[in-house]
């Protein structure tokens, strides 16, 4: 029964390959209800009298569970001798106790667990699978096809392999986006959970990027395809979610890597069993063999096996969802054993561009004529503070003007026989006393300050700062509860990282770093505090991400940093990284919940049985049940925690 629960973490050499089995067909459910007929017949010749019944258990015996005896004693001898040592599975021990229990007459127990076993099996396949096809129902999600503008404006509906990067779009209302581009016209709404695992569907104009498998709202809008479809980020979804089923965690790896070694162990100790009946308790020798067969079946480690692979197929398939993707169960053990975390701050802690966080005009001066001009000069500029000045202020009139941008000056216009600049504070010689403590005040704060002047005069101050994303202090606080390291890396200028870390309440920042610096501080922290992730979203982040024990890249990021990196956010919402920590160490509670049920199991049925008071139903029954018990809750954490509804 158990060996699906291993089959289904995805293998990664093709000799493991070729032990998944296919039990989703038609002929093993139907030769399992002919064996399970086959076993009522038993049973009712049996009470007759009749001297058919041992044919009818042993026909129940042979279709119920001929892929059960398959697998144990085909794959044990192909495995055994492709690997020149024994190698048994726990259906070989199945099969065994089935063969014992027959060889001493008793026909009737004998099918029994095999129904039983075979019965629990196919149960096993659809639980054991569920958390596997909510990762996997993501490729149905795959775009196919797109309406292709032709050169004579008319539309033809191709198939998505055949787009090519430039290529003009039409996607109608309701349509599957096919692939990444950028808007040329109309206005939509977009869904883009599959992308993000956000459920708001985000407005979308001229000029906004659109993402493929992404559900188009109620609007109409042609785009441009910037991306092959093999290169979108839903493309990179799917590549990093086939990843993830083929990496465990270490403890699933352990245990895969035992169970040959256990099951050897117990057929080992099967003639120290069968001897200690007579020798030891005083049974009979025939006692004492059906006792041996009850063995097999309590030690049987099939809860064992389902310990983890689907714990870790669950926390997976969660995490897709909401918009976290793993690249393998591996980085989830890493994240619950996190010692230390690295932020990089611009994108990652920031937003990563500045906004206007303070303004203040003379009262000599109109200050709504003076933010008129303002904009006005800033119009004419490209400069990122522009852009945030722009944002921030709205003008009442829009006077025409002939601005110069002055190297090492900045902005300077002539208008109503005035001159006025904008620039940075050392380019002003005389500066009056209180706009100079302002300045020097808000510079402590980390903010960048600039002046405005009317004819050299200063008469306005505009203070700018890159503000910390609204999940970071919460993100930051969490992690620090949970005894975690918290550093911020920065090239910014002390002052400004200092601001940001104690607007954050982090615990420590590391300020004017080089982009080449970044891996050797994680290597640091590393040495320092022991397992460390870094985050980050830029491609001077790649060699910080690869030297991490964990790399974690904001989706927004570059292809770059998504590709080197563990872990993948696809929002830039550091609540996100919080559900992840929570999910992996729930997960790994759950793991070792599960195993310690499973070997307290194999332990009573062991103790029952030296008492006598084990026979093979109840042994099967209980064997079984528990293994389903343990995989229903690993697929607790399918659901999301009561912590983040």
């Known amino acids: 029964m158990c060996e699906k629960t291993l089959e289904v973490q995805g293998r990664q050499d093709q000799a493991t390959a070729e032990d998944q089995h296919d039990h989703d067909g038609k002929l093993p459910v139907i030769m399992y209800f002919v064996g399970l007929a086959a076993f009522f017949i038993g049973l009712y010749l049996e009470a007759t009298g009749s001297g058919y019944a041992s044919l009818a258990f042993t026909a129940a015996i042979v279709t119920a569970g001929y892929h059960i005896i398959l697998e144990g004693f085909g794959d044990t001898i192909r495995k055994s001798l492709e690997n020149k040592k024994f190698l048994p599975n726990i259906h070989f021990l199945m099969a065994l106790a089935t063969a014992g229990a027959m060889a001493i007459g008793n026909f009737e127990e004998g099918a029994l667990l095999i129904v039983i076993f075979a019965g629990a099996h196919f149960l096993e396949d659809y639980v054991d699978g569920k958390s596997k096809r909510e990762i996997t129902n993501l490729l149905q999600m795959n775009p196919t096809e797109a309406r292709l503008i032709l050169a004579n404006g008319e539309t033809q509906v191709v198939p998505v392999d055949q787009v090519k990067v430039g290529d003009q779009l039409k996607v109608l209302n309701g349509d599957q986006i096919p692939t990444d581009g950028v808007i040329l016209s109309g206005l939509t709404t977009v869904d883009e959970s599959s992308i993000n695992g956000e459920s708001m569907p985000k407005e979308k104009g001229e000029g906004d990027e659109v993402f493929g498998s992404t559900i188009n709202g109620s609007g109409t809008f042609t785009m441009e395809v910037t991306k092959d479809s093999s290169e979108t980020v839903f493309a990179q979804i799917l590549d990093m979610v086939n990843q993830s089923q083929s990496s465990l965690t270490k403890t699933a790896s352990l245990i895969q890597r035992l169970e040959p070694k256990y099951v050897t162990l117990v057929l080992l100790l099967f003639p120290l069993v069968l001897l200690s009946g007579p020798y030891i308790f005083g049974w009979t020798w025939e006692m004492s063999f059906y006792r041996s067969m009850v063995y097999l079946i309590a030690v049987s480690p099939c809860a064992l096996a389902a310990s983890a692979v689907p714990a870790t197929l669950s926390t997976i398939s969660n995490l897709s969802k909401k918009g976290v993707l793993v690249k393998g169960g591996a980085y989830l053990s890493k994240v619950a054993d996190l010692q230390a975390i690295s932020f990089d701050k611009t994108g990652t802690l920031t937003y990563g561009k500045p906004s206007v966080t303070d303004a203040y005009f003379d009262d000599s001066v109109d200050e709504a004529a003076m933010v008129d001009i303002l904009v006005a000069m800033e119009k004419e500029s490209n400069h990122p503070l522009a852009t945030a000045i722009l944002k921030h202020f709205t003008p009442q009139t829009a006077p025409a003007l002939t601005v110069e941008n002055e190297l090492g000056r900045g902005l300077s216009a002539n208008y109503q026989g005035q001159t006025y600049r ?178 307290l199991v194999v332990l009573t049925l062991v103790t029952l049985n030296f008492l006598g008071k084990m026979d093979i139903a109840i042994g099967v029954i209980m064997h079984e049940g528990s293994t389903i018990l343990v995989i229903i809750n690993a697929l607790r954490l399918l659901m999301t925690p009561r912590e983040f509804k």
Do not use: C
């Not at 920065?490 to 590391?510: N, P």
């Not at 030297?547 to 550091?574: F, H, P, R, S």
């Open 422 to 599: 904008i620039g940075k504070p050392s380019s002003f010689a005389q500066v009056k006393a209180d706009f100079k403590a302002k300045e020097e005040a808000l510079g402590q704060e980390g903010k960048t300050v600039v002046y405005m002047a009317v004819n050299e005069e200063v008469v306005g101050l505009i203070a700018l700062m890159d503000l910390p994303n609204p999940a970071a202090k919460e993100a930051i606080a969490y992690f620090n509860r949970e005894g975690i390291h918290t550093t911020m890396i920065t090239g910014d200028a002390k002052l400004t990282g200092e601001a940001v870390g104690r607007m954050i309440g982090i615990q420590e920042v590391v300020a004017n770093v080089m982009p080449e610096d970044k891996a050797g501080i994680v290597a640091d922290q590393q040495a320092a505090f022991g397992t460390t992730a870094m985050l980050g979203d830029g491609v001077n982040d790649a060699p910080a991400l690869v030297k991490a024990d964990v790399g974690v890249a904001m989706g927004d990021g570059t292809d770059v940093a998504m590709d080197v990196a563990d872990l993948v956010l696809m929002q830039n919402d550091l609540s996100k990284m919080v559900y992840a920590h929570h999910l992996a160490k729930k997960m790994d509670r759950i793991t070792w919940q599960n195993i310690a049920f499973s070997m």
